[in-house]
């Protein structure tokens, strides 16, 4: 539907704000705009933040199901040994013959009933007490496997009404933004809204720093809460960066949640439209390269030195090489295991390690 529904089009309704803003005009157009971005974030947050729910059942229906084949084996091992216990006091019950391979309505009931409480006897204090026990595991194991698997189909059921709220939410998005001309003022105002939360991001974040370090201290900074302090903005970020894609969008802090095959998600996930343009965020070199897991991918090496990894492209733009900062390098799309039409957008500063590209998003985006 997304695909779809969210084309680059005009809504409006003669009431367009004018180019020619006076300075309130800009800024409460600029607190509509912002607004409407921030519904957009938080359905994308809740979106992404149940897909991450429905990735760590899969990984741990996966763990149950290793657990109940383990005590399951256990159970059938512990059986084969019952059954030649049972054997061998058949044999060695002094009788002319193996009572197993005769007519077993030829024996009587008092010999049967002698045999197996020899059976017993000899077996209780170390294998029925444990096949027992086995026996319960495996019962308590198929139970939350069951569970496990009936709370991911709720969870997929969520993700789909999820994903159709995000999607109404980014359709909402382009009628506020169609409906106004962006101009100078406008985005002025934008960045200067977007500068003043990640001042209170940071003020939240170093609050929650110093709260951690000294529990119970009695501090009476606090935080307003919410995921968007969770992180403070590096100092350079947005620096000399543009936002990665175009167009209308929502974007999630999904950074460190659970993957298959142990991973841990080291991106910023950013739900837009299929086709709408992937930019590089600074001027360098790019390389487009395709995997399993991220499909149609880029790797941006900025002449600052930092490293940007984009996944799940529709298609490229162009060939791989030098590009400009705000050139377009692709379209966004939902190749390899995407799902849901997104970017995933990493940031490696110095080409190293990946570090929560979140912080850098909220201040460019």
């Known amino acids: ?98 009572l197993l391979l005769g007519d077993l309505s030829d024996a009587t009931n008092q010999l049967t009933a002698d045999v197996l409480a020899a059976v017993t006897i000899e077996t209780a204090n170390v294998e029925l007490d444990d096949f027992a026990a086995v026996i319960v595991d495996i019962e308590t194991t198929r139970s939350k496997l069951e569970q496990q698997k009936a709370q991911q189909y709720a969870a997929q059921q969520d993700f789909t009404e999820l994903e159709q709220q995000a999607e109404a939410q980014i359709m909402q998005l382009q009628e506020v ?9 406008i985005e002025h105002e934008l960045q200067r809204q977007r500068e003043q939360r990640a001042r209170r991001d940071a003020s939240a974040a ?17 935080s307003s809460g919410g995921g968007a302090a969770s ?26 949640a659970p993957r ?16 709408v343009p992937i930019i590089a965020v600074e001027a360098g070199t790019v390389r487009f390269s395709s995997n399993r897991l991220g499909g149609n991918a880029a790797w941006l090496t900025g002449n ?13 733009t162009g060939s791989s090489g030098s590009v400009s900062r705000g050139q377009q390098i692709g379209r ?34």
């Not at 992180?231 to 460190?256: E, H, K, L, Q």
């Not at 298959?260 to 086709?275: C, L, N, T």
């Open 1 to 98: 539907m997304i695909a779809v529904t969210l084309v680059l089009s005009t809504v409006g309704d003669g009431s367009s704000v004018g180019a020619d803003h006076s300075s309130e005009e800009a800024k409460q157009a600029a607190r509509e705009i912002q607004a409407a971005r921030d519904r957009a974030n938080d359905a994308a947050q809740a979106l992404f933040d149940a897909k991450s729910a429905i990735d760590t059942l899969t990984i741990e229906i996966a763990e149950t199901e290793v657990e109940l084949a383990v005590v399951q084996k256990e159970a059938n091992e512990m059986q084969t040994s019952l059954e030649a216990s049972a054997i061998r006091r058949f044999t060695q019950s002094g009788g002319s013959s193996f």
């Open 177 to 185: 933004e169609s409906q106004r001309v962006i101009d100078d003022a």
């Open 206 to 222: 170093q609050a929650a720093a110093e709260a951690a370090a000294n529990p119970g201290g009695g501090s009476t900074t606090s």
């Open 231 to 256: 992180a403070a903005p590096p100092s350079n970020a947005g620096r000399g960066m543009v936002c990665p894609i175009a167009g209308n969008y929502g974007f999630a802090d999904t950074w460190g």
């Open 260 to 275: 298959s095959g142990g991973r841990s998600h080291e991106g910023v996930d950013m739900i837009a439209a299929s086709g």
């Open 304 to 316: 600052s030195g930092t490293k940007y990894y984009y996944a799940h492209l529709s298609s490229y």
């Open 332 to 365: 966004n799309g939902q190749t390899g295991n995407a799902g849901t039409p997104h970017l995933h957008f990493e940031v490696h500063p110095g080409g190293g390690r990946a570090v929560n590209p979140y912080p850098y998003v909220r201040a460019i985006c």
